[in-house]
């Protein structure tokens, strides 16, 4: 006899189990929309070159919950709430653009760049009749409000106005690899590439921590050596597991100890037209790709010199939206720039090597959310969580489901 | 093979029937999973991009799909054969509202829209990707070929992966 409803208690084995509830469970995604997204954590928003001038607006999420992130005349960056303090409408409908301030539609309540409310029509009646009370307050109706940061030209908000600082919120290790890519050099947006995955948001989380598979499933990758289990690679969490970072070094298209177990390894494979894989060493340090994910919304890809931030908009439990913005420095070259661009042909909704992710994810909602009763195993490389130097390992999983459990109760 | 095909001596009608010719014979083979026969259907040097709307519009460089050869096209096909990993499934594309507009130095421009229908397991049929066709097409080997084909999506959200070529 099966059971199939949830009794919401984590498996004795602690982390090195997942119970498959949690993929597909309403309340359970009700409970991480409060208190992941809207709790105590620092949310990716963009870039500050995205709304480079006073007026400029950025239209993103927060969890399921839009934001808008807009540059006010002194050249501050505020995040508030997309949503009316009046009637709960999402005034905002564009992606991005210049603004001198925020019109709802429905009623006209107008909002500064800083979210604060400035004008209620019919605030004092009309022909004496009407109006809102005496002592309605503009400057207690304002948005809502999110505490921002930028790191480096990056944006990051929360809800949690008392939160400790982004750097603290990484950690040294986290930190460290994060202005690795964000040294402070202008970001260049190339583009955006956006997809829904019919998939719980967490899978494509764990994705990212798990270098287990990447080794097995990804042909590209395995077979020109860009990410392999025989090549000399890191995976390294935060204190608290909640970030991650895998790191590796390129290896070459040959059959090595490590490659008899692989299948996706293929000795003779070639492409015509090599200049699709034709990378250059950019970065200080001897990585070659550095994977970091960052709790609770956001992945950054270095693979070779594709750079890109993938934010993940949760959509219900079955489905989330990932948005890919590509980017280059300002300080690169044309030469540069077509060498990132052709090299996006690895990732995204038609990369060569993401495609495999995209579709691997849909098959494992499609398992797990028939079996919420049964439970996923994550024992590859032990059942604790410690750094190693090596890929054959799912700790970056389970810290990520120990960090994951304590916030949810659960 | 036709050596006598010469652009200058077409009729408008003509013209636009060898281009529609030219698109619905590129449909016919993609639908069909006659992938060997894409890349012949462009130049040695051309350049194919499946391209989302909203960075075409914008002056974004970014293209989903990029490829900037026939070679490359070809290695899109290998890939698709030996090395990505995706559900089976059925394409269907619908093109329409063909219009030649402009001919020019031996290329000629044309722009049609198209929806691709996306059949999988397990689901219904349903629109995968709507938008339009802008060529540029040139007279290669007494062929029409698609010097430069680039598919502009409106579908902002792409249903999952792109896992074939549009």
């Given amino acids: 006899m099966i059971s199939t409803a949830p009794d919401y208690r984590w498996p004795e084995a602690g982390s090195s189990r997942i119970p498959y509830w949690i993929y597909s469970d309403p309340a359970i995604y009700a409970r991480e929309q409060e208190r992941l997204f809207s709790g105590s954590s620092w949310n990716y928003i963009g870039f500050e070159s995205e709304i480079p001038a006073p007026g400029d607006f950025k239209r993103t999420f927060v969890g399921e919950r839009s934001v808008v992130a807009a540059r006010d005349r002194d050249g501050h960056i505020h995040v508030f709430l997309n949503t009316c303090a009046h009637r709960g409408v999402q005034f905002c409908r564009h992606s991005h653009g210049n603004a001198k ?65 982004f750097r603290d919120y990484l950690g040294d290790s986290m930190y460290h690899y994060f202005t690795r890519v964000f040294d402070g050099r202008g970001i260049r947006v190339l583009g955006y590439a956006r997809q829904i995955i019919p998939c719980n948001w967490k899978l494509m989380f764990e994705n990212i921590k798990d270098p287990y598979h990447a080794s097995l499933l990804h042909v590209f990758l395995v077979t020109f050596g ?48 090599p200049r699709l894989l034709d990378p250059v060493k950019e970065f200080p340090d001897d990585a070659t790709v550095v994977m970091q994910t960052l709790f609770p919304n956001v992945i950054v890809q270095q693979q070779s010199n594709t750079l890109a931030t993938r934010q993940i908009i949760p959509r219900g439990p079955d489905r989330f939206e990932l948005v890919w913005t590509y980017f280059a420095y300002t300080t690169d070259d044309e030469a540069m720039v077509r060498r990132r661009l052709r090299q996006a042909n690895l990732m995204g ?29 994550l024992e590859m490389g032990g059942r604790d969580r410690a750094d190693t130097a090596h890929m054959v390992t799912e700790a970056a999983i389970r810290g990520f489901y120990d960090y994951y459990r304590e916030v949810m109760g659960l | 093979m036709n050596p006598g095909l010469d652009l200058s001596k077409l009729t408008p009608i003509e013209l636009r029937l ?97 929806a691709v229908l996306q059949t999988l397991v397990d689901d219904k049929t349903r629109v995968f990707l709507a938008g339009r066709y802008e060529d540029c097409i040139v007279i290669d080997e007494g062929r029409l070929r698609f010097r430069q084909k680039l598919c502009i999506y409106d579908t902002l959200h792409v249903p999952n992966s792109i896992v074939h070529p549009v």
């Fill in chain 2, 18 to 114: 060898q281009v529609e010719e030219l698109l619905y014979a590129y449909a016919d083979v993609l639908d069909n999973g006659l992938l060997d026969d894409w890349p012949p259907f462009f130049t040695s040097d051309c350049l194919y991009q499946i391209i989302a709307r909203e960075n075409y519009d914008r002056g974004f460089p970014l293209a989903t799909m990029l490829c900037e050869s026939q070679a490359m096209l070809r290695d899109r096909v290998t890939a698709y054969r030996q090395a990505n990993v995706y559900s089976p499934r059925y394409f269907r594309h619908l093109i329409s509202t063909v219009r030649i507009v402009g001919i020019e130095s031996g290329i000629v421009s044309a722009r049609s829209n198209f």
């Fill in chain 1, 349 to 377: 909704p038609a990369g060569l090597v993401s495609v495999d992710d995209g579709e691997v994810l849909e098959f494992t909602q499609d398992g797990v959310k028939a079996n919420p009763t049964m439970n996923g195993i």
């Fill in chain 1, 226 to 273: 860009l990410f392999r289990a025989d090549q000399k690679s890191d995976v390294k969490l935060d204190p608290t597991g909640r970030h991650a970072v895998l790191v590796s070094r390129k290896g070459e298209q040959k059959a090595t100890e490590g490659t008899a177990e692989m299948r996706s390894f293929k000795a003779d494979y070639k492409l015509e037209d």
């Fill in chain 1, 101 to 165: 301030s925020f019109v709802c539609p429905y009623h006209q309540w107008v909002y500064d760049l800083k979210g604060n409310l400035v004008g209620v029509p019919f605030r004092k009646g009309v022909q004496g009749q009407g109006g809102m009370p005496e002592d309605f307050d503009l400057a207690s109706h304002g948005l809502v409000k999110l505490k921002a940061e930028t790191v480096n030209g990056a944006i990051f908000a929360t809800f949690d106005q008392r939160m400790v600082p």
